[in-house]
């Protein structure tokens, strides 16, 4: 099978600071304020044709980080993705602008992917039936719910027909009719061998959906494989990681906040 995305050491640095104070004094004195923060760590793998793959690890491990790095939404700090084929990512409030109606949002997404005025004409209607909306279609965006966010963006992106599809939790959001009818789109996509990124934390889906896990921890790659070697490990982590205490959970994140931090050498095992 041939390689259709290639994550080639991806790293994602934010600086952080602890008060406005150190803020503003990083703009006066560049690097003398704040630290970095890795929010994506060195991560490397490389995808075939045709395979779905979940991304999953526990809040705040890099998994949206990552799609979006993928997706083109976000620029990585050192790294390169190389993907084969138009990605379209397909998440909650992904590009929608706040200020704008439903049908105009359908209007700006259809002309940022190149649509013709015919063929956004044409497309419209199937996008409004789709999304379920009703009458909210032509009402500005910041008055929907994040389900009726998510609906609408979902129902944009699937018109679209790219080789590589990203989905960060869209499926969970909205109703069951909805997130059934989503997740018919998302095999029929899989079906006609799309590549597939899929963000979730619903294991079961993960399960079900994807032949392939990448597991990230604390900005890292923890292990990358066929979905039933890596759900195993994954599900034994977890149940582990709740069986914990609370001050044992918060150790453990902080050992990972710290390698984010100051690198792994620097952070005691
Ligand atoms: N724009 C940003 N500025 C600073 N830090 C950020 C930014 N975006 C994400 N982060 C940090 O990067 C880390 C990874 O966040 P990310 O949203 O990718 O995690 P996630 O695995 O998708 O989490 P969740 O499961 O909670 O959605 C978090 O610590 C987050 O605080």
């Not at 679209?160 to 018919?184: H, N, R, Y």
């Not at 599900?235 to 792994?264: C, V």
Request: one cysteine or more; proline letters at 3%.
């Amino acid at each position: 099978m041939a390689e259709s995305v290639i994550i080639k050491n991806v790293t994602k640095k934010y600086r952080m600071y602890k008060s406005k104070k150190e803020q503003i004094g990083d703009l006066l004195f560049p690097g003398k304020m704040g630290s970095d923060f890795n929010a994506i760590d060195g991560i490397s793998f490389a995808v075939e044709a045709g395979d779905v793959v979940g991304l999953v690890g526990i809040n705040g491990s890099g998994k949206s980080t990552l799609s979006n790095i993928i997706g083109g939404i976000v620029p990585p700090s050192s790294g390169e993705i190389i993907a084969k084929g138009e990605v379209n990512v397909i998440a909650i409030n992904a590009g929608l602008n706040n200020q704008l109606t439903g049908i105009e949002n359908i209007e700006f997404k259809c002309l940022l992917m190149g649509y013709s005025k015919e063929k956004i004409a044409e497309v419209t209607p199937q996008i409004v039936e789709f999304s379920e909306l009703g009458d909210f279609i032509y009402q500005p965006v910041k008055k929907y719910s994040s389900g009726m966010k998510s609906k609408l963006g979902f129902a944009i992106s699937v018109t679209a027909d790219p080789d590589i599809i990203i989905i960060d939790e869209a499926l969970s959001v909205g109703d069951q009719t909805f997130a059934d009818k989503s997740l018919a789109k998302m095999n029929e996509y899989k079906n006609r061998g799309k590549t597939i990124f899929f963000v979730s934390h619903n294991l079961s889906q993960v399960r079900n959906f994807c032949n392939k896990i990448a597991w990230i921890e604390g900005g890292q790659l923890r292990e990358y494989g066929p979905t039933n070697i890596v759900m195993k490990n994954y599900n034994n982590f977890i149940k582990q990681y709740h069986k914990l205490s609370y001050e044992e959970q918060k150790a453990f994140q902080k050992k990972l906040a710290d390698r984010r931090k100051y690198g792994k050498a620097k952070v005691k095992k």
